[in-house]
């Protein structure tokens, strides 16, 4: 007998934003670290490593991989003493007997003085260590017990390929007489959570600007050697509209309040853009190229078609059709639109100015 099937159209029980509509869910980040790949999460670790606890160590280390010798990311003081991070990016918690064998490493590794006994050996894994496992590392005595016990099943053929490794002799002295009070873990929402203080975390997860921009300041009385290139070609600007020689500052107050005060706003639009782009490389200290490099590239392209289509004008008319038009641009695929202001797109004209790659006055002096 065949039965009739009643279909039910799903509800939407939440609101979807434009983002989601674009780009598909917002996955939590706890998510995304529990399905990271394995090179994926040791990094993740190192980021976590280099952002958040850099201030405790000289440099960072990443050994994953063959021949870790059971030392993912290490830690390293000033003076040589380490910390190790060993990350096991498993779907479930860690259990006893994953950990047996990362331990046997560390002991075989030190006991061959292949690197000092670190001051912490701490496990790192998406869904944490299991309650055994915590149990052992708050029982050092009872995880050595445990460890010589399971020696023979779980260490010794898992240490180095091709290796067997038998707990004889001098070797099972040394680990009767190591000091496994080194050793606990991260748990992943303590990792998770320190991430985000790093400026690794928006890089891998998104979810906005963390690091947030500073009063932007005040121009200097005197122009600045960084400030020379762009400002020596506003007086010749000037110079053009007034027809007179202008160099310096003074004589342009004496010569124009009007263009005096506009070589003023001028001059704040750079500090402004510069700041800018401290701000850029805060919150995205690896990107490829920098967001703020990316503004420019693209207020170039801008520009330099708009000053082509003009390139009668005199400069003056050339500077305030730029900075008519560079007002016009909304920079939305930058990942620094939100913090841009419109003095900011002003200052982008005179960095690029700056750098000599876009000019006021043609060639001819028109």
Known sequence: MLHELTLCAPLARRRISSLEIMQGPIIPAHQVV?????????????????????????????????????????????????????????DQKISPTTLYPELAKLVYYTYKKEYPVPEKYLMVAPKGCGPAVLDLIEKPMELRKKLIETWDTHCKDKISRGL???????????????????????????????????????????????????????PEPEIQNRELRYTSMLFDVYAQRLNSSINTIEVLRSASE???????????????????????????????????????DEAENVLSTTLELNIEKSGYERLLIASQEIKRQGFTASPLAAEMKSIDKDGLCHHLANEQRIKWIDENGE
């Not at 160590?57 to 003081?77: Q, S, T, W």
């Not at 000033?78 to 190790?84: A, E, S, T, W």
């Not at 992943?188 to 790093?198: A, G, M």
């Not at 500090?271 to 420019?296: G, H, I, Q, T, W």
Request: negative net charge; charged residues 30%; proline residues 4%.
């Open 258 to 296: 009007h263009l005096f005060k506009h070589f003023g706003k001028q001059r704040n639009s750079f500090y402004s853009a510069e700041s800018l782009e401290k701000f850029s490389r805060d919150n995205f200290p690896d990107a490829v190229p920098m967001p703020f490099d990316e503004l420019k």
């Open 34 to 90: 529990e399905v990271m790949p394995a090179d994926e999460y040791e990094l993740y670790t190192m980021e976590w490593v280099y952002g958040y606890l850099k201030s405790k160590y000289f440099k960072v280390r990443i050994f994953a991989g063959a021949g870790d010798k059971g030392r993912d990311v290490v830690g390293y003081d000033q003076d040589g003493k380490i910390d190790i991070y060993q990350c096991k990016h498993y």
């Open 164 to 218: 067997s490794i038998e707990l004889t002799g001098e070797f099972k002295d040394y680990l009767e007489a190591f000091d496994f009070s080194i050793c606990g873990d991260v748990a992943p929402h303590e990792l998770l959570e320190q991430h985000k203080q790093t400026t690794y975390h928006i890089l891998r997860f998104g979810g906005g600007l963390k690091q947030f921009r500073e009063i932007i300041p005040e």
